[in-house]
């Protein structure tokens, strides 16, 4: 009998067994966590800014108080879930999981850099994307 590989499966498991992990372990390394640097020296926000306690709100169940500390890395890791998810229910049918187009880094890539500049900007609605409690 020849065993199926589950590839899409196992890249689930995985996740699950990562955030089970996060749930435990991050709100005692946020302590850890040294200050961002660029916006210790500048005042501004990187695009990454608040993303540990975002994930860290988001481990909890927390969707506002994650979305308040970083709306990209929510809707990110939503996106990755949702692909995620999609590739492992395409596998359990038989059918090929997906792959992503050439262009998906390019697009994440310039969301991250437009995301960086907005979140910057001193005027309503720019500034609900800062990091706030």
Sequence with gaps: MK????DWTLLVLGSVAGLLVA?????????????CVLHKLTGLH?????????????SQGDLGGAMAMNPL?????????AWLAYGACREAVG????????WTGWLLG????????????????????APHA
């Design 73 to 81: 890395v929510v809707s990110y890791l939503l996106g990755l879930v």
């Design 110 to 129: 310039g969301g991250v850099l437009v995301f960086g500049i907005l979140r910057n900007l001193p005027w309503w609605p720019f500034t609900l994307l």
């Design 46 to 58: 990187c695009p990454g800014c608040g993303g540990t306690r975002c994930v860290v709100r988001l």
């Design 95 to 102: 059918k090929r999981p997906p792959a992503l187009p050439s």
């Design 23 to 35: 749930v435990r372990l991050l709100p005692a390394l946020v302590r850890a966590v040294p200050a």
């Design 3 to 6: 065993l199926r590989r589950r």
